[in-house]
Antibody, heavy 117, light 107 residues
Framework: QVELVQSGAEVQKPGASVTLSCKAAGYTFSRFHIHWVRQAPGQGLEWMGWINPNTGGTHYAQKFQGWVTMTRDTSMTTAYLDLRSLKSDDTAVFFC??????????WGQGTLVTVSS | DIQMTQSPSSLSASVGDRVTITCRASQSIANWLAWFQQKPGKAPKLLVSKASTLESGVPSRFSGTASGTDFTLTISGLQPDDFATYYCQQYSNYPYSFGQGTKLDIK
């Protein structure tokens, strides 16, 4: 069955960078885009962008351009999300999700990133 | 950008009740709308795609409808497992966008 397994929780200091991972299993990794979604504590869901695992092409929401980078390693069937220059209000859970025609049909369990001095 | 306005933001109901959650898009999204259920500490779960297509394994008490830019999710005969937060999401245009969420709790 389709499974997305994300890396564990992170605690980072302001100004730091962090890389989150999302390992895919149970399907052909290159065939489906991987999207990332942010959820701040007690808040709603916010779409960040996607990566095409086949080509490495990306599309970011304007709000996140210049702050995040999405990459992938096809040999590891893993997608990555790099976050730079973290601030305290970047504390959030980050989800990866597989999409079929834009529809998010499978999600990772989420990674909590806490930014605190 | 397309704004998704979801209402109500919270809702109290009892087991067995019928509840309706509404989502309005700020412009046409055809029927490119999904509904998700999220429980605390968990990832969202896809319930409905293309406004009214129930995903495999989702109980038939859930249903989705569309009328222009207005969309509804109805749960007929609430079960204890249904108390959660629900989100609509448009996947017609980038940037994809979600409604603010509706928290459904037990009265």
């Amino acid at each position: 069955q389709v499974e997305l397994v994300q890396s564990g929780a992170e605690v980072q200091k302001p100004g730091a960078s962090v890389t989150l991972s999302c390992k895919a299993a149970g399907y052909t990794f290159s065939r489906f885009h991987i999207h990332w979604v942010r959820q701040a504590p007690g808040q709603g869901l916010e779409w960040m962008g996607w990566i095409n695992p086949n080509t490495g092409g990306t599309h970011y929401a304007q709000k996140f351009q210049g702050w995040v980078t999405m990459t992938r390693d096809t040999s590891m069937t893993t997608a990555y999300l790099d976050l730079r220059s973290l601030k305290s209000d970047d504390t959030a859970v980050f989800f990866c999700a597989r999409s079929q025609g834009g529809l998010f049909d499978s999600w990772g369990q989420g990674t909590l990133v806490t930014v605190s001095s | 950008d397309i704004q998704m306005t979801q209402s109500p933001s919270s809702l109290s109901a009892s087991v067995g009740d019928r509840v309706t959650i509404t989502c309005r898009a700020s412009q046409s999204i055809a029927n490119w709308l999904a509904w998700f259920q999220q429980k605390p500490g968990k990832a969202p779960k896809l319930l409905v795609s293309k406004a009214s297509t129930l995903e495999s394994g989702v109980p038939s008490r859930f249903s989705g409808t569309a009328s222009g830019t207005d969309f509804t999710l109805t749960i007929s005969g609430l079960q204890p497992d249904d108390f959660a937060t629900y989100y609509c999401q448009q996947y017609s245009n980038y940037p994809y966008s979600f409604g603010q969420g509706t928290k459904l709790d037990i009265k």
